[in-house]
């Protein structure tokens, strides 16, 4: 004899599958959240690459050399913009690789666990320095070709001749306590320190004194800082001071199919 038909109301067999939809619905929340989380995270540090390797880069001031304009422990943003597509004009504050010799860099400083991964990740991102950073920051006063002197009668910095009145140079300073006349090689800018009396500069490093030791290579050059972002107190735009420059001629022998401003050389 076949055993009787049972038949079971659909409310019961519902019943009998609920539980298993309810521990894999929790689950696959957690899940779809972890995706999402990971997904956000991906696409911010692939963003964050590519501006700090082709737009922005963050960086810090370590001395005073650029003081007043800069401050120790200022964060600045720096446009990798310049030298391309926009060309280095006259008083732009630029950073740079060292060229060589110019920094004695601190031993690196071993971190590991969560602490070295929080760490590498703000270094990541362009909120903190790494620790071997050979880069530095300085004020262009002469583009390729340019002939750079001090001091005038009138105790002034001279470009192509020029006397000009710097207004970024730190109260109390003199324009420059060494005497040199310099013409800046093609591919290279001069560049010099706000703070004149504590800024071991393109003078300091040019032992020639024709300018062709002492110049930064335009290659090097990573990027124009365009703003004071930390402290907030001293947020603000950095101006090149366009005006001070404004009466330099062209050097003497500057092409003459070449704009005033670009660089002889780009990386």
Request: negative net charge; charged residues 20%.
């Amino acid at each position: 004899m076949s055993a009787p038909d049972v038949n079971v109301p659909e409310d019961a067999a519902d019943a009998g599958r609920a539980p298993s939809r309810r521990r894999s619905g929790p689950l696959a929340a957690v899940g779809s959240a972890v995706r999402e989380v990971v997904v956000v995270i991906a696409m911010a540090l692939l963003l964050s690459f590519v501006v700090k390797t082709w737009l922005l880069q963050a960086f810090f001031i370590p001395s005073g050399s650029m003081e007043d304009t800069l401050l120790v422990g200022d964060r600045v943003i720096v446009s990798k913009l310049t030298p391309t597509p926009f060309a280095i004009s006259r008083g732009d504050v630029v950073v740079f690789q060292d060229p060589g010799g110019w920094l004695t860099l601190p031993p690196p400083v071993e971190r590991s666990g969560v602490s070295g991964a929080v760490h590498d990740a703000l270094v990541f991102v362009g909120l903190l320095p790494a620790e071997s950073e050979d880069h530095l920051i300085k004020r262009v006063i002469g583009l390729p070709g340019d002939r750079v002197s001090c001091c005038s009668d009138g105790g002034l910095l001279s470009v192509n001749g020029v006397p000009i009145s710097e207004p970024y140079i730190k109260p109390g300073d003199v324009p420059s306590s060494l005497t040199f006349d310099i013409t800046v090689p093609q591919g290279q800018v001069w560049v010099m320190g706000d703070h004149r009396s504590d800024s071991e500069d393109s003078r300091f490093h040019d032992p020639s004194g024709t300018g062709a030791d002492g110049a930064v290579p335009v290659d090097a050059v990573t990027g124009r800082a365009v703003a004071v972002v930390w402290p907030f107190s001293r947020a603000g735009w950095l101006s090149n001071h366009s005006s001070t420059f404004a009466p330099v001629g062209e050097p003497a022998d500057a092409p003459a199919s070449e704009p005033a401003g670009a660089p002889a050389a780009t990386p």
